[in-house]
């Protein structure tokens, strides 16, 4: 338990660091990935959702017995944009700078 607590504090904390800032990129994402946002609604709501699970993570951490049952589904959340980033990112679809962010979530 002691390997998990450090795991879902590290994976909660650095989870934070890289989504935090969303709050404040939507304009500069429009100027180095242009088209801008049509829908900023699904990008603030991804950005919400993604900072709660990260929270979720520091939950989980701060007892991991007691949140072993959500410790898969915490996994998936993290999976689920590895993969999606790799899978981007092999077909030009992605800049390099992000996939700094799913080698973060892979660890």
């Known amino acids: 338990m002691k390997f998990a607590k450090w795991a879902f504090w590290i994976a909660g904390a650095l989870g934070i660091l890289e989504i935090a800032p969303l709050y404040f990129m939507e304009a500069q994402l429009a100027v180095d990935m242009p088209p801008a946002l049509t829908h ?3 990008y603030y709501g ?3 959702v993604t900072l709660a699970w990260q929270l979720a993570f520091l939950v989980i951490g701060s007892d991991p017995q007691r ?3 959500l410790m898969p589904v ?3 959340e993290k ?3 590895v993969v999606a980033a790799y899978w981007l990112w092999t077909q030009g679809r992605l ?3 992000f996939i700094t962010g799913a080698l ?3 660890i």
């Open 104 to 106: 973060l979530d892979l």
């Open 40 to 42: 900023p609604e699904f």
């Open 46 to 48: 991804f950005a919400g």
């Open 74 to 76: 915490a996994v998936v």
């Open 67 to 69: 949140y072993r049952p």
């Open 79 to 81: 999976a689920t944009f």
């Open 95 to 97: 800049p390099s700078m």
